[in-house]
């Protein structure tokens, strides 16, 4: 006779040799009394709730060492999820793109804006300075420095007269700033004689004429009266007489600044 017991992990089968013919008797695990003549509990079987809990107790600690080992890997790894390699070729897409640009910041046409090249370009006008400096975009520039530089140096203002046939007076200058006149001279070509003289406005600036008594010379007038211009002042040069019919005759004022 066979005897399978139900409920167990495990068919066991017990053989009973009776001279009669094999038969199985299908019984539950919780209905057994006795085994091969063993009595009480059956031993080696396990209740449900007692396999869960071991294995609850085993696969505790497994599932802790292997997260903890993923973690290990995860921190351990050079780049776990790629975003290292992906900022990488960000950044160096962004840095060629940086370095080809012509004006990344935009500084160069600032500057363009703002000043002129060290070397090259244009400088337009108009542009004003300190007083009446001016550049107009003509490139004309309007400067008393150019005209009248700072105290002791000299510039000159002349006029040539072309075959004079008498006394004339003619303004040639309009001082930009204040200045002093220096010296009043003549230059004669041709005839016998004439005399000169020059004026701030109105005023004889040699108390007495100057002759040209020598032809195609420089000569020079006495001390010098009414010497100093304020800006506007007007200076005049003056034939005052002539003997025959001179070629020329030119009349220098030198001025110097203040």
């Known amino acids: 006779m066979r005897i399978q017991v139900t409920g167990e992990a495990l068919t066991d ?30 031993t080696g079987l396990a209740a449900t709730a007692e396999v869960s809990t071991i294995a609850a107790a085993v696969a505790g600690p497994v599932a802790d060492e292997a997260a903890a080992d993923a973690v290990t890997a995860h921190v351990e790894a050079i780049d776990p999820h790629g975003d290292r390699a992906a900022a990488a070729a960000d950044a160096t897409a962004k840095v060629a793109a940086h370095t080809a640009a012509t004006d990344p910041h935009g500084d160069r046409a600032y500057a363009d804006g703002k000043f002129l090249a060290k070397a090259g370009g244009t400088l337009t006008g108009p542009i004003n300075g300190p007083g009446t400096f001016a550049v107009g975009s003509d490139g004309g ?12 140096t ?14 004339a007076s003619y303004v040639v200058w309009r001082a930009p700033k204040a200045c002093t006149v220096v010296a009043v001279r003549g230059y004669r070509v041709g005839s016998t004689g004439a005399t000169i003289n020059a004026q701030k406005n109105t005023s004889d600036l040699l108390a007495t004429n100057l002759s040209l008594s020598t032809a195609e010379t420089w000569l020079s ?27 020329a005759i030119t009349i220098q004022v030198d001025l110097q600044g203040v």
């Open 13 to 42: 089968e017990i053989e009973v040799s009776t001279g009669q013919q094999a038969r199985t008797v299908m019984v539950s695990a919780g209905l057994v009394s006795s085994v091969n003549g063993q009595t009480g509990d059956v």
């Open 141 to 152: 520039v309007t400067a008393p420095s150019l005209t009248l530089p700072a105290t002791a």
């Open 154 to 167: 000299t510039v000159s203002k002349s006029l040539v007269i072309t075959a004079p046939t008498g006394a």
């Open 221 to 247: 007038g006495p001390s010098v009266q009414h010497a100093t211009f304020a800006a506007g002042d007007s200076l005049t040069v003056a034939i005052r007489s002539l003997s025959g019919t001179p070629t």
